[in-house]
């Protein structure tokens, strides 16, 4: 993908193409950008299962038409009865099955607060029209799907319910077969007619409850019952040209912030120089420890990276310690899991930046069979003891590594932007606006130019500096003299993540760019 896609009255990017034709669909029929990105995520839960589903987490950051920017905390929090004792005889929880799906999904929670403040304008049976045709009616299993599915399906079949959806035949799905979910299809139906609420507090939530209870979870009805999205204050700062939105922990959307504050301190806005890629990597090494050391539940650390954002003489001394001839040492890390990025724009000048999840790749791997949805394990990212900001309690808050961008330039530009994978995504975030925002490249070509990650990503155990081939020889020399140890990574491999933005220009013309790592796909009108 080479050229930026341009429209006048609206545009979608997701992961899947089919999802941004869904979302397309709602805003030619008049819905609002809100009302198109619940079509993109639902059909997203259908075409994309392996990333994202109704029974993960999402946050959404929102740009009014009158200069507000929003945003959505969907995340939920762990059950009355996901306690250390619950998992007595284990040093960790486990990453799949009953136990480890004992936090409460938020995502359909933060459908409704997005839909209520927008004023929704379609009845909500067709917005979620494509997702329930897709669920009923059968969609093709992508590469990355089959691939995964593949290399995963040992761990995961042992898991109630996974076997039964994901490999009907006895074997794990391959790539071009169809795939069937008429559960979700119903669930959808019962959600369009008896609203998003039923997911929490009605019939869906009894089905969800019994069937997960059935598998071994702590998540109750109770648990369900006292869900809430949230409205929250997004965390900002200013750089050269833009002020930079992204959400608050316990995500690590500081991180994201932070990284690009301390880039613009230090001058280096051009990552494809060895000088900008060194100081890009070397900021997410402050930033990633300033998240290890602070980040987490909010109500149980205190912490608040907004007033780190607004301090410049601390920014400056964070700047001021990185070495432009010398690489930093890097600890190990912690974050991965598997995500979906999507971005909207509508002609009415409102722009929304939304990412979901389920964590790692099918979550749980715990299925509902009375509503065809996959359960997130969040939550197994919770450690059992200890005295740090994430340890399992009731209703905490697990860290997220999700975390969508938006920008607003001072020309009157609205850019949104985001990312799958992990800890890759507050530094492919960095990649994509220091490009298009400081460098001047086209949308589409910050996104297709060649990346880097530091750290861990979907999928990856270990902590190390992956660098795409492509990276000039030269930059990749220069880095190397100052100390940084390069592992080469596949050109357009998924480990870089599946981005994509969308920009909204102050006088209507949208700009849309999507990933070729992914099965993506622009749709606009």
Known sequence: MLHTSCAQ?????????????????????????CEAAVATAAALSVVYPHMTGLGGDGFWLIAWPDGRTEAVYAGGVAAARATPALY??????????????????????????????????????????????????????????????????????AAPGYAALFEPGGRPLCTHERFRNPALAETLRRLARDG????????????????????????????????????????STRVAGATLFNTPPATQGAVSLLILALMDRLGARDVDTADGL?????????????????????????CNPQSLLDDGAALDAMAADIDPACAAAFGMAAGGGDTTWFGVADADGCVVSVIQSIYFEFGS????????????????????????????????KPFHTLNPALARFEDGRILVYGTMGGEGQPQTQAAIFSRYGWSGRGLQAAITAPRWLLGRTWGEASSRLQIEERVDPAVQAALVARGHVITPSADFSSVMGHAGAVCRHADGLIEAACDPRSDGGIAAW
């Open 88 to 157: 007595a005889g284990h040093d960790a929880i486990p990453w799949r099955g009953g136990l480890a799906a004992n936090t409460v999904a938020g995502t359909v929670g933060g459908w409704a607060r997005a839909l209520e403040r927008s004023s929704a304008r379609l009845p909500l049976a067709q917005v979620l029209a494509d997702a329930i045709a897709y669920a009923e009616q059968g969609v093709a299993v992508t590469e990355l799907w089959a691939a995964l599915a593949e290399v995963k399906g040992a761990d995961l079949r």
């Open 9 to 33: 009255r609206g545009a979608v990017t997701s992961p899947h193409h089919l999802a941004s034709q869904a979302g397309l669909a709602v805003l030619r029929a008049g819905g609002n950008a």
């Open 365 to 396: 791997g715990v299925v509902s069979p009375r509503t065809g949805i996959t359960w997130q394990n969040r939550g197994a990212s919770f450690a059992l003891g200890g005295d740090g900001p994430n340890v399992l309690a009731p209703g905490a």
């Open 278 to 302: 060194h100081a890009a990597i070397e900021a997410t090494k402050r930033a990633f420890a300033y998240r290890d050391a602070y980040l987490g539940d909010p109500a149980r650390t205190g």
């Open 196 to 235: 998003l609420d039923d997911f929490y507090r009605g019939g869906i939530a009894r089905d969800l409850a019994h069937d997960l209870g059935q598998a071994g979870s702590p998540v109750g009805l109770d648990d369900l019952a006292a869900a809430q999205a949230e409205w929250v204050e997004p965390l």
